[in-house]
């Protein structure tokens, strides 16, 4: 699986919309971007993913570059309770055998500013 | 429907004793990944189970090792505790082996003493 690399910690106001970036320079053509959050003492919780089309759900919008090499999770109005860090994980579709673990790095730990 | 629990919450155990920890997985759900979360890192994963047979594992000894039922609930084992198992323990559940949405349980914090 490609590596990924992300800031260790943001701030955001509360109200305000918050980009978090992924870079994942190594990413190979059938290798997904994954998110997933913890909030402090929860397990991690699924939030989006996407191949190379920019995807958007009831939580979140992800924004893959043209290249793929990078991505942003966008948290359009971003509560205090969406303070939490925040992984991105790039993992290739399901050949079909064996498991299907998810590889966390350390993640970027967002904090909602009042 | 149910999300994914654990238990025990909380677990106190002495260097070199066994512990057990149980994941109730969500409904419909046949595949229980478990992992390990040492403080300040990301999740390790330790193995998976699918439909009751060990799917895959990571770089853990085999003093971890774990079960699966057939209501698809699951056991983690760790024998010969040392004080380096202590950690959050998350066990998460997902539809089929090569769903990446896995939904995580609360976990289970032990410490080793």
């Known amino acids: 699986d490609a590596k990924t690399t992300q800031p260790p910690s943001m701030d955001c106001a509360e109200g305000r919309a918050a980009n978090l970036p992924c870079n994942h320079s190594t990413i190979s053509g059938n290798e997904y971007v994954y998110w997933y959050r913890q909030i402090h003492s929860q397990g991690p919780q699924y939030i989006i993913h996407?191949?190379?089309n920019n995807e958007t759900n009831e939580m979140a919008s992800l924004i893959i570059t043209e290249d793929r090499k990078s991505s942003t999770l966008i948290l359009p109005h971003a509560t205090l309770r969406d303070t939490a860090v925040y992984y991105c994980i790039v993992r290739a579709a399901y050949s079909g055998a064996g498991s299907y673990q998810l590889t966390f790095g350390k993640g970027t730990k967002l904090s909602v500013i009042p | 429907e149910t999300g994914v629990t654990q238990s025990p919450t909380h677990l106190i155990k002495t260097r070199g004793q066994q512990v057990t920890l149980r994941c109730s997985s969500q409904s419909g759900h046949n595949t229980v990944s478990w992992y390990q979360q040492a403080l300040g890192q990301g999740p390790q994963f330790i193995f998976q189970?699918?439909?009751?047979?060990?799917?895959g594992r990571g770089n853990f000894p085999p003093r971890f090792s774990g079960l699966q039922f057939p209501n698809y609930s699951s056991e983690l084992n760790v024998n010969a505790l040392e004080l380096d198992d202590s950690a959050l323990y998350l066990c998460?559940?997902?539809?089929?082996?090569?769903?990446?949405?896995?939904?995580f349980g609360p976990g289970t914090r032990l410490t080793v003493t």
């Open positions: 996407g191949l190379k």
């Open positions: 998460a559940s997902s539809l089929e082996t090569g769903r990446n949405e896995q939904y």
């Open positions: 189970y699918y439909r009751e047979e060990e799917n």
